[in-house]
Nanobody
Framework: QVQLVESGGGLVQAGDSLRLSCAASGRTFSSYVMGWFRQAPGKEREFVSGIRRSGIITYYADSVKGRVTISRGNAKNTLYLQMNSLIHADTAVYYC??????????????????WGQGIQVTVSS
């Protein structure tokens, strides 16, 4: 199994940028498809972005496409989410997640076995 710890969240203003990191420990990081999800108050957890094991193929939700870049450093066992041009609607708790058996990038929460504890991102308008 793998343990995941997010960092880099905080309070920013609309238009600012933020980079989230997710440090992985345990089983080989490169063996997992990785994803970022977020959950705003009163809403379901939703897919933000995902990346396949090699780091070459990535997927984005329409709501963040063009503003967000996912990447991974397999040598550093770390997943990243660079978020630019942040808007108030990006305010949520952000989670990184790992899927061991996926081939493509799943967009549903049930496909991911391991989750970080989450980190708050608040964008003031």
């Amino acid at each position: 199994q793998v343990q995941l710890v997010e960092s880099g969240g905080g309070l920013v203003q609309a238009g600012d940028s933020l980079r989230l990191s997710c440090a992985a420990s345990g089983r080989t990081f490169s063996s997992y498809v990785m994803g970022w999800f977020r959950q705003a108050p009163g809403k379901e957890r939703e897919f933000v972005s995902g990346i396949r094991r090699s780091g070459i193929i990535t997927y984005y939700a329409d709501s963040v496409k063009g503003r967000v870049t996912i990447s991974r450093g397999n040598a550093k066992n770390t997943l990243y989410l660079q978020m630019n041009s942040l808007i108030h609607a990006d305010t949520a708790v952000y989670y990184c997640a790992a899927a061991s058996s996926a081939i493509t990038v799943p967009t549903t929460t049930r496909a991911y076995e391991y989750w970080g504890q989450g980190i708050q991102v608040t964008v003031s308008s």
